[in-house]
């Protein structure tokens, strides 16, 4: 690896920038992995087109990060030049695809979270934060119906996609809680009316995963013990093997571009 | 005085008619000023800044846009523009003129449908054929050839078609 990696001075609202960024990324990343071998061609866009609305919204997590930081950092370093520990993403995005209904059980959990999320941050009194949430609540909402549709064909279709959308749930299930969690800066900011406390909308949330688990004869695990640590950079294995593909061209050429 | 007014007003005149020339390269029917995506165009002296606002988070035609515009500008006379990006308030298909819809429909595309709320996105969607106009129509896609579009099926004329949805 020829380049080294870069240093982010982590203040509150540079993190809170920075976590969504790596949600956006990772996830999209995720899906771009679909793009040539998805079950039909579609679907295949539809993986693609969604991957693209999420790195789009990475890219302006990204440079709002980078300006908030105010040194040399942009939406560039910030994607390619952080190691493993430092990126800042959930576990449930970066897990692998998996089979298709695991693939689309994680952008089902992810885009529900995500929905409330953006909507919720179009009252943000940062008006660059509220801004890139207006546009990325109405993909989010599209995400939502992609992901539900698919889950009641996979869930209430034949014994074989029940029992793999079922499986799906149940593995993913441990990754949910983090989306919910929240640490002392960024405490300090929902109560300056910038950050969304995530916290109330988890009952909304549930809502929609009952709503739609229903319609798919699937069942939502009662356990509640949770999986966590990306927030604060300790991850899967699953992500250091994402970064070194996502990442090769520019640490193997430093300031390559297209 | 007067006169220098009128030069500028001239001036920015020329520069945004240079800058709302540019097409959507992936829908080239459309311009930039159709579209709703060219906000302003301020003047300092002679140089020219251009402010425009993304359309779709990810859509890679912005890139492009913004180098047209910039190449526009200098084929019009003026030197080092500049483009800028502003997020708020952010786009939304309410934007597109009149006029666009009719060339979209024209070129083929069913035009997003008015008021880009929740309701519109999550309603009931009657999307009329762009062909014979015909609203016995289905959605085959959510996701089309480019982020901004979904395919369509006309069951009256048979024809496929892209609708260009709301945002």
């Not at chain 1, 190691?83 to 209904?101: I, S």
Request: aromatic share 8%; charged share 25%.
């Amino acid at each position: 690896m020829a380049t080294a990696n870069i240093e982010v001075s982590e203040t509150p609202l540079v993190l809170y920038a920075l976590r969504r960024a790596d949600d956006a990324l990772i996830l999209g990343h995720r899906l771009s992995e679909w793009c040539g071998h998805a079950p039909m061609l579609e679907e295949d866009m539809a993986l693609s087109n969604i991957a693209l609305d999420l790195i789009g919204q990475a890219r302006e997590l990204y440079s709002y990060a980078a300006k908030a930081e105010g040194g040399d950092n942009d939406e560039d370093k910030l994607a390619y030049l952080r190691d493993v520990r430092q990126y800042r993403n959930l576990l449930l995005v970066e897990q692998p695809n998996g089979d298709f209904a695991q693939t689309l059980v994680r952008q089902f959990f992810y885009s529900a979270f995500a929905d409330l999320h953006w909507r919720a941050m179009m009252s943000s009194r940062d008006t660059t934060l509220a801004a890139i949430a207006a546009k990325s609540e109405k993909e989010s909402a599209y995400h939502l119906r992609h992901a539900s549709e698919w889950l009641i064909r996979l869930g209430d279709g034949t014994e074989e996609s029940h029992t793999r959308a079922q499986a799906a749930i149940d593995h993913l299930w441990a990754f949910t809680g983090e989306m919910f969690a929240v640490d002392d800066g960024e405490r300090a900011l929902i109560h300056a009316g910038i950050a969304v406390d995530p916290g109330p909308l988890r009952g909304r949330w549930l809502q929609t995963l009952s709503d739609v688990a229903h319609e798919a004869t699937l069942i939502l695990p009662q356990n509640d013990w949770m999986q966590q640590g990306g927030r604060a950079g300790r991850h899967s294995e699953h992500l250091g093997h994402l970064l070194s593909e996502l990442q090769s061209m520019q640490r193997t050429f430093p300031g390559l571009t297209w | 005085m007067v006169t220098v007014l009128d030069r500028d007003s001239e001036l920015r005149r020329r520069a945004w008619d240079a800058a709302a020339s540019v097409v959507d390269p992936e829908i080239p029917v459309l311009t930039i000023a159709d579209l709703g995506v060219l906000r302003e165009v301020v003047l300092a002296g002679d140089h020219v800044e251009v402010a425009i606002t993304p359309t779709y988070s990810g859509c890679p035609a912005m890139n492009m846009i913004a180098l047209e515009i910039e190449l526009a500008l200098e084929r019009a006379g003026f030197a080092r523009p500049k483009v800028r990006t502003v997020l708020s308030p952010a786009w939304t298909t309410d934007w597109m003129s009149e006029e666009g819809r009719q060339k979209l429909r024209a070129y083929g595309i069913a035009p997003p449908q008015a008021s880009s709320s929740r309701r519109a996105l999550f309603g009931e969607q009657a999307v009329a054929c762009p062909q014979c106009g015909s609203e016995n129509t289905e959605l085959l896609s959510e996701f089309g050839s480019t982020s901004c579009k979904a395919l369509w099926r006309c069951k009256s004329c048979r024809e496929p078609f892209d609708y260009f949805k709301c945002h």
